[in-house]
């Protein structure tokens, strides 16, 4: 083969689709060649025309709502000075880093307590001491099953979320166990879930009466220190789930546009 | 290069769908490639004095966000193959308009069944239009790799993507019309 050929045969198959390349003299060289072989300026033909095809299949993939506000979002809760944790470390500083994270979390509860003013009983600051009695510390189950229905059983009998199910998107999660928290003079159930790396909390509480409550089946995003929460109200139960990014809080709750939030 | 909130604001708004796609498109999952699209801008937020003029922020944000993805795989033993079904339930329906031969869904499947070398270049080459000297730059791979890469990876796309229509591959604005 003309070596010529091939060399313009290897540029144009990088030529790109919508002709931005067609004016530089390379291409154009080329181009001119394939314009002298009717079979070549055809193959070149149909190549564009399925390189067009492929760049608008491409270009039509949708883009999730949120993702622009969480980014923006992001940058103001960071700012630029901060640098995100390393995560690539061996074996032996995970074990260590595993520590520091359980009193870090410890240190965590302590100082969202601190951030709460004894006087304010907003459900603002009912979530943050919630979050932080239910967040603190590695031992927080005190009964351990990874049963659904042996779960709320014991809840039950201990007097709190009676009837209570697991809504709708936590439901292929693996159950570990639960426990009743003690937050404000309420007691709040706490189902504690996994699904492979992530661990969420989900708290229920029932019959709350105080300011900034969440609205009906609508959820409230807010993330506390590094945790992020969201609270919804079902009836008479309020519901807080920690642990889980917002995002995939809309992938697993949110179906053809409506907020799939109850049991 | 200053990055005031303005103009944090004005990057955004300009790449953040492109960025994402990109980000979709090597990971084959929402969540990853919205934890991928946030974690470039955020190291934007972070770096952007290294970023020397503002034609330039694009192609840092690809370079970044492919850094991420390599060394999501390198961290996990192996990079997992997504469900066709994932990939389908995650796409609206009519994407494909009746009488257009590929829609987002078939070609987002045969994307994935190409090794990582392939698609990247492959996908920054469709969704961008980066050039191959472009490309190669934010891959960080010789031009003429990029070049035979872009030319193996699209010889097997045309395979895959034009062989006789099945059942299961007919868009599904068709079947519905």
Not at chain 2, 64 to 75: E, H, K, N, P, Q
Request: proline letters at 6%; one cysteine or more; glycine letters at 6%.
């Amino acid at each position: 083969m003309n070596p010529h050929r091939s060399k313009h045969e290897r540029l144009l198959d990088a030529r790109r689709p919508h002709g931005a390349d067609d004016k530089a003299p390379p291409f154009a060289e080329a181009l001119r060649e394939a314009s002298r072989d009717p079979a070549w300026a055809r193959q070149l033909e149909a190549q564009r025309e399925f390189d067009g095809e492929l760049a608008r299949s491409l270009q039509a993939v949708p883009v999730p709502d949120g993702l622009k506000a969480a980014i923006l979002r992001q940058r103001e809760e960071n700012g630029p000075e901060l640098e995100p944790l390393a995560v690539s470390v061996s074996a032996w500083f995970r074990i260590r880093l595993v520590a520091l994270a359980a009193a870090a979390a410890l240190l965590l509860g302590a100082g969202l307590r601190w951030m709460v003013l004894p006087h304010d009983s907003t459900f603002s600051a009912f979530r943050r001491v919630l979050v932080s009695e239910a967040w603190g510390g590695s031992q927080h189950l005190e009964f351990q099953s990874t049963d659904p229905h042996q779960v709320m059983a014991w809840l039950a009998a201990h007097g709190v979320a009676t009837n209570l199910t697991l809504p709708e998107g936590l439901r292929g999660m693996r159950v570990h166990g639960c426990e009743v928290v003690e937050a404000r003079g309420h007691r709040v159930a706490l189902v504690c879930l996994g699904d492979g790396t992530k661990h969420l909390h989900l708290l229920m509480a029932q019959g709350l009466e105080m300011k900034g409550l969440p609205g009906p089946m609508a959820p409230d995003f807010e993330r506390l220190g590094p945790v992020n929460t969201v609270a919804w109200r079902q009836g008479d139960r309020t519901y807080v789930l920690a642990g889980l990014k917002p995002q995939a809080f809309v992938t697993k709750f949110r179906k053809a546009g409506r907020w799939i939030l109850s049991g | 290069m200053t990055l005031d909130d303005a103009t944090f604001d004005e990057i955004v708004n300009a790449h953040y769908a492109a960025v994402y796609r990109f980000a979709y498109s090597l990971a084959g999952q929402e969540e990853e490639a919205w934890d991928l699209t946030q974690e470039s801008f955020a190291q934007l937020a972070r770096k952007a004095a290294q970023i020397q003029e503002r034609a330039r922020v694009k192609t840092w944000l690809f370079t970044t966000l492919y850094r991420a993805f390599v060394d999501r795989c390198r961290r996990r033993s192996r990079h997992p193959e997504v469900a066709v079904t994932l990939l389908e339930e995650q796409l609206p329906a009519e994407t494909a308009a009746p009488g257009e031969r590929l829609d987002a869904a078939e070609v987002l499947r045969a994307l994935n069944r190409l090794p990582d070398v392939f698609r990247a270049p492959l996908v920054l080459f469709y969704l961008e239009e980066h050039s191959y000297l472009e490309i190669a730059a934010i891959l960080n791979v010789p031009p003429g790799t990029i070049m035979s890469r872009l030319s193996r990876g699209r010889k097997l796309l045309r395979e895959w993507l034009t062989e006789a229509p099945t059942n299961a591959s007919i868009p599904m604005a068709q079947i519905l019309a």
